[in-house]
Each structure stands twice: as C-alpha cells, then as structure tokens.
C-alpha cells in the first residue's frame, strides 16, 4: 500500500507501521498485591472520612428549568463537590436557600423524606460509602465521573477503523493544514510550566464555576514516572497533556491549551492531541490510551469528543460516590431536564443510558437517528422512553442494527416516572 493510502496517513509525519509491535504488559503478582492494598487502605481512609470528617448541605434551589424555562424547585443534600456542574445543567437562572449547612451525611434518608413532597426534584450528591443507603429507593443512580478508554488494535487499520468520519476527515486535515507535530519531554520543570500556562487557563476558562482545579504539587509529581506531550505548530506549542503509561496502557490525564494562544493559532490542537496519543500507544505497544474521566451524559461534549476517536466507556471509581436523582413529579421543566440530558445510569454495576422523548409518536428514523448520535460502546443497555408512544417499524428498524436498544412506552402509563426510575 503506497504511504498516502495508508488510513490516518499525515504526510509530514509519515506513515504507521501496519501492525502493532508485541511487548508484554503482564503485571506482577507483587504488583497486584500492592495494587489490592493500595485499595483496600483507600476504601477504609474513605470510610473514615464519611464517618469523621465529611459534612454535608442541604439547599433548596429555585429557578427557571435550563430548556424550556419553566419553574423548576430541586431539593439538594450533599458535599458540594458537584453541586456547580449540576446546577448548570439544571438551570437558567436559579437562587440558593441554606436549609442546613454542616450536617452529617449519613442522615441523608431523614433530610430528603423531610423535603421531597414540596419539590419536583430531589439530588443527593454523596460520597461512598454513604450513597449506598438510598441507592435503591426510587433513585437514579450515577457515576460522577466515568472512565473511558480508546481500544489500541492488532493492526493500524484496526485504529483508525474506530475513529468518526469526522476525526478521519475534518480533524486530519487540520492536522495536515497546519503542520502539526509533537514532542514528549520528562523534566520537572516541563510539568510547572505545563500547570501554570497551559491546565489552569484551560480548565478554568472551559468549565468556569464547575472546573476542578487539581492542586500543583499532584500533577508535577507525574514527572518522576510520566511525561507531557506538547503539541506544536512551527515553535509554539499550542496544547499539551500528561501522560502516564502503565501495564499497556497510555493514560491521557490532562489537557491544556495556553490563554493567549490565537484562536487560529490553535486550530487543531486537540485533534493532534488525540491522534498523536493514539499513534503513540501503538508505536509503544499499548492496549489502550486511558481517557479518564466524562460526565454521566451522553450529551456532554468531552465524553462526545472522545468517543469520535473510538472511546468507549470503561467503568467507574466506587470512591467518587454518586449522584442519585429521584424526579417527584412530570412537570413540564422535569420533562425538559431529562429530554435534554441523556442520562448515564448505574444498574448493577453496569451503564444502562435513559433518553425521553416528549413529541408525537416517534419515527424510526428519529429513533435511528438518536441512536447513531448518542450510542457509545461500553453501554449495557440504550433506554428510549417516549411520552407519545413510538411509530410502526421502528423495532423492526432496530433489530437490524443489532445493538442493546430497549423501547419504553409510557403513553397512558399512570406513574411513567416509576417506570422510568425504575432499574
């Protein structure tokens, strides 16, 4: 095959070798016995926190629904570690009222039956092992973070193969456009720099009042055991990320792009960031490059911008705790929250998605459509519920696709948001 019809062929960086190199990535018994401990010492440090240290609030949060501005009342309870992000995707515009500040999150079960009659949506935000008391009471249960992975294949075709039309088209001619390269370096000082110019003014200008700003000495410890990868255009970098590799798999665990870089400077910088990572574990040898972390929302566009380059969803950290939402009634606001949110839920250890349709009766091809939008690798399970009922064919559409697609009809069902809830 001549190098330019190679799949993901970058002319200036040349071709990919069309199988992956062997290397063995067999962890010790040592190692996992270590990795056990670590663990474990992890589990109880979380269960003495939850028991001593942690506190919880409760707030009564007021406002107009985000989509369709209706009024929304939502009841909170937790420690306030998500509480930004929720509100955001919650509402418009809403106001804070303090029921209780300070209180100790096991009487969780107390609190919530205290307030849910007088709102329309109840959201308890807690840490393990807390979350355990309610999880099966009537409560959607997600992960507040959840781990992804991009599958490295036996052959480069393989690869690329997993990637979108769009990271195949759009984003390598960007790469290609600008001449786009990489480098890796190692130092201490690599890492400083890497947190002050390029991770802050991205997380903090990307997510605002919902960013997560890790705390320094963290990430510039990585340069004992990772590395950056910087991404350049000519002799500025124009975005850059940790990584860490460890028994065959690549970890891409933070990203940033520099404040004052032009925007048309910076075109294509996170695409590189992705092709080079994902070149870069298959010239290593590697199983996987590690994602980490997305939001539990089909919707959410840094879980969407990875699963473009084949990620698929991997699991969760038990210690991040939950977010568990129990809907009280289908107002028109509820009805919009979850119509625009397509949930990723927790159902015996396993990601089952909830979408709801509020329209007439649903097509095939707007149901075939949604699918193709939001499906992502990983799921148990895609959950389509529609108030209206769904059109002639569209199971018949379905079974020709093959995948894990239930359909839920709650026209003229009394309670549909029982069924919905319900596991």
């Given at each position: 095959m001549k190098p330019e019809n190679?799949?993901?062929?970058?002319?200036?960086?040349?071709?990919?070798?069309p199988t992956k190199p062997i290397r063995s990535h067999h962890k010790s018994v040592k190692d996992t016995i270590k990795d056990l401990l670590v663990s474990a010492r992890k589990h109880v440090a979380e269960f003495i926190s939850s028991v001593v240290t942690y506190k919880a609030d409760a707030i009564l949060l007021s406002g107009k629904e985000k989509h369709s501005g209706g009024p929304l009342r939502v009841f909170y309870f937790g420690l306030g570690e998500n509480l930004a992000y929720l509100t955001e995707q919650l509402f418009r515009e809403h106001e804070d009222a303090i029921l209780a500040a300070d209180v100790?999150?096991?009487?969780?079960?107390?609190?919530?039956k205290k307030y849910q009659a007088d709102v329309d949506l109840v959201v308890l935000d807690l840490p393990w092992p807390v979350c355990r008391l309610v999880r099966n009471d009537d409560f959607i249960a997600l992960a507040p973070w959840i781990n992804m992975v991009i599958p490295i294949g036996e052959t480069w075709e393989a690869v690329v193969s997993r990637w979108s039309k769009n990271a195949k088209g759009v984003d390598l001619r960007r790469i290609r456009k600008h001449q786009l390269t990489y480098r890796t370096i190692d130092s201490e000082q690599a890492f400083l720099n890497f947190y002050h110019a390029f991770y802050v003014p991205y997380v903090t200008t990307r997510f605002g009042a919902a960013a997560f700003i890790e705390p320094e000495e963290k990430i510039v410890s990585i340069h004992e055991f990772g590395e950056i990868i910087e991404i350049l255009r000519g002799d500025t970098v124009i975005a850059a990320g940790v990584l860490i590799e460890t028994y065959g798999s690549l970890g891409f665990v933070w990203t940033g792009m520099p404040a004052n870089v032009d925007p048309t400077m910076s075109d294509g910088g996170f695409a590189a960031l992705y092709y080079f990572n994902v070149r870069l574990a298959y010239e290593r040898g590697c199983d996987q490059v590690d994602c980490f972390t997305s939001r539990p929302s089909l919707s959410d566009g840094v879980l969407r911008y990875k699963r473009k380059w084949g990620a698929i969803l991997s699991g969760c950290d038990a210690l991040n705790g939950q977010i568990l939402l129990k809907p009280m009634r289908m107002?028109?606001?509820?009805?919009?929250?979850?119509q625009h949110n397509p949930l990723i839920t927790l159902v015996d250890g396993g990601f089952v998605a909830r979408l709801l349709f509020d329209e007439s009766e649903v097509?095939?091809?707007?149901?075939?459509?949604?699918?193709?939008?939001?499906?992502?690798?990983?799921?148990?399970?895609m959950r389509?519920?529609?108030?209206?009922?769904?059109?002639?064919?569209?199971?018949?559409a379905l079974r020709e696709r093959g995948?894990?697609?239930?359909l839920y009809n709650l026209n003229e069902i009394e309670d549909p948001l029982q069924v919905y809830c319900s596991p």
């Amino acid at each position: 095959m001549k190098p330019e019809n190679q799949p993901g062929y970058i002319p200036h960086v040349g071709p990919v070798s069309p199988t992956k190199p062997i290397r063995s990535h067999h962890k010790s018994v040592k190692d996992t016995i270590k990795d056990l401990l670590v663990s474990a010492r992890k589990h109880v440090a979380e269960f003495i926190s939850s028991v001593v240290t942690y506190k919880a609030d409760a707030i009564l949060l007021s406002g107009k629904e985000k989509h369709s501005g209706g009024p929304l009342r939502v009841f909170y309870f937790g420690l306030g570690e998500n509480l930004a992000y929720l509100t955001e995707q919650l509402f418009r515009e809403h106001e804070d009222a303090i029921l209780a500040a300070d209180v100790n999150p096991w009487r969780v079960s107390a609190w919530r039956k205290k307030y849910q009659a007088d709102v329309d949506l109840v959201v308890l935000d807690l840490p393990w092992p807390v979350c355990r008391l309610v999880r099966n009471d009537d409560f959607i249960a997600l992960a507040p973070w959840i781990n992804m992975v991009i599958p490295i294949g036996e052959t480069w075709e393989a690869v690329v193969s997993r990637w979108s039309k769009n990271a195949k088209g759009v984003d390598l001619r960007r790469i290609r456009k600008h001449q786009l390269t990489y480098r890796t370096i190692d130092s201490e000082q690599a890492f400083l720099n890497f947190y002050h110019a390029f991770y802050v003014p991205y997380v903090t200008t990307r997510f605002g009042a919902a960013a997560f700003i890790e705390p320094e000495e963290k990430i510039v410890s990585i340069h004992e055991f990772g590395e950056i990868i910087e991404i350049l255009r000519g002799d500025t970098v124009i975005a850059a990320g940790v990584l860490i590799e460890t028994y065959g798999s690549l970890g891409f665990v933070w990203t940033g792009m520099p404040a004052n870089v032009d925007p048309t400077m910076s075109d294509g910088g996170f695409a590189a960031l992705y092709y080079f990572n994902v070149r870069l574990a298959y010239e290593r040898g590697c199983d996987q490059v590690d994602c980490f972390t997305s939001r539990p929302s089909l919707s959410d566009g840094v879980l969407r911008y990875k699963r473009k380059w084949g990620a698929i969803l991997s699991g969760c950290d038990a210690l991040n705790g939950q977010i568990l939402l129990k809907p009280m009634r289908m107002t028109p606001a509820v009805t919009a929250f979850l119509q625009h949110n397509p949930l990723i839920t927790l159902v015996d250890g396993g990601f089952v998605a909830r979408l709801l349709f509020d329209e007439s009766e649903v097509s095939a091809e707007r149901v075939l459509e949604t699918v193709d939008t939001y499906y992502t690798d990983g799921l148990r399970a895609m959950r389509l519920y529609s108030l209206q009922g769904f059109a002639h064919g569209v199971e018949d559409a379905l079974r020709e696709r093959g995948l894990p697609v239930q359909l839920y009809n709650l026209n003229e069902i009394e309670d549909p948001l029982q069924v919905y809830c319900s596991p």
